[in-house]
């Protein structure tokens, strides 16, 4: 494991919600970073050993990696995974963005879309947003209960923590069985969300980018912040750590993502898989047969 690396990444990393609070988490912080471009050239180092570690670990097929990215809208998790990602090879990732769920779905328990998009051993896959929003977006707005048509002896003043249950029970099967889970809450300003949702207004190019569930959602920001402080407290474990990343700073949110991931693969110590001498002497015979043909 890549010492300097895990220490980096380490005062942002949550695996016990015993005595959490997001107030104690800097939304600006840069783990004194001051230089922007040496941040982006280390980035780019880590996207190049990332891409040799994905082909390693697509080779081996024994794991798999499990990216979770949730934030306050305008908290950059689409550009994060943008550049983070970009320099792997696109057929051994897969990124799923969850929208409103379907009726289908709806006529499932809170967990069943999320299961079946769970990564295949060798793959890495990316949930933007994910079943946390479930315990965030529906805690934050109860009357969504309604639309999951559960039975009334399931909605109780014990249902989120039901939900926290499970989640970790989900998360820990699937850890159990190869695949690295990894979280991210891309921690971010109410400052800097006015100015990021400002730009989306003023600048033409990115008006695409803006809807008006932003602002209706803004309203709410307390009592999201809670949510996602008691649900990150209630579902961070060793096996599924939580990262309260900065993201009042796009550069330095995107090195401590890429950190992670870093971190995250060198512990499995992956290596192409080896050849057995039976296998060798049968390459030998095609690699004669080949060289024979003019």
């Keep these: 494991m890549d010492k300097p690396v895990e220490k980096f990444i380490a005062p942002f990393?949550?695996?016990?919600?015993?005595?959490?609070?997001?107030?104690?988490?800097s939304t600006s912080d840069t783990n004194g970073f001051k230089d922007k471009d040496q941040a982006e050239r280390l980035l780019a180092q880590g996207v190049e050993w990332m891409s040799e570690q994905q082909e390693m670990l697509y080779a081996q097929d024994r794991y798999?990696?499990?990216l979770i990215f949730q934030a306050m809208d305008a908290a950059g998790?689409?550009?994060?995974?943008k550049h983070v990602m970009s320099g792997v090879n696109p057929q051994g990732v897969h990124v799923y963005s969850f929208k409103q769920p379907t009726?289908?779905?709806?006529?499932?328990?809170?967990?069943?879309?999320?299961?079946?998009?769970?990564?295949?051993?060798g793959k890495i896959c990316i949930f933007n947003r994910s079943y946390y929003e479930d315990v965030l977006v529906v805690r934050v707005h109860p009357e969504y209960l309604t639309h999951a048509k559960l039975p009334p002896e399931a909605i109780g003043k014990k249902i989120w923590d039901h939900r926290y249950e499970s989640i970790r029970d989900?998360?820990?099967?699937?850890?159990?069985?190869?695949?690295?889970?990894?979280?991210?809450?891309?921690?971010?300003?109410r400052d800097e969300q006015r100015r990021r949702l400002l730009s989306r207004l003023e600048e033409r190019s990115k008006n695409w980018k803006?809807?008006?569930?932003?602002?209706?959602?803004?309203?709410?920001?307390?009592?999201?912040?809670?949510?996602?402080?008691?649900?990150?407290?209630?579902?961070?474990?060793?096996?599924?750590?939580?990262?309260?990343?900065?993201?009042?700073?796009?550069?330095?949110?995107?090195?401590?993502?890429a950190g992670v991931i870093v971190d995250a693969l060198?512990?499995?110590r992956l290596q192409f898989p080896k050849v057995d001498q039976h296998k060798r002497k049968e390459l030998k015979a095609i690699e004669a047969v080949l060289r024979r043909e003019k």
């Design 170 to 189: 989900f998360e820990k099967h699937h850890a159990r069985q190869g695949t690295i889970i990894r979280k991210f809450f891309l921690h971010v300003s």
């Design 77 to 81: 998790k689409d550009g994060t995974i």
């Design 266 to 268: 060198a512990s499995l």
């Design 103 to 121: 009726s289908e779905e709806l006529d499932h328990e809170f967990l069943w879309r999320f299961a079946k998009r769970m990564p295949e051993r």
């Design 210 to 257: 803006f809807a008006a569930s932003d602002i209706a959602e803004r309203v709410h920001w307390d009592e999201y912040q809670r949510a996602y402080e008691d649900a990150i407290a209630a579902t961070a474990t060793k096996e599924a750590p939580w990262y309260v990343v900065p993201a009042d700073h796009k550069w330095f949110t995107r090195l401590v993502v």
């Design 13 to 25: 990393r949550v695996e016990s919600g015993k005595k959490f609070r997001l107030k104690d988490f």
């Design 64 to 66: 798999s990696l499990l």
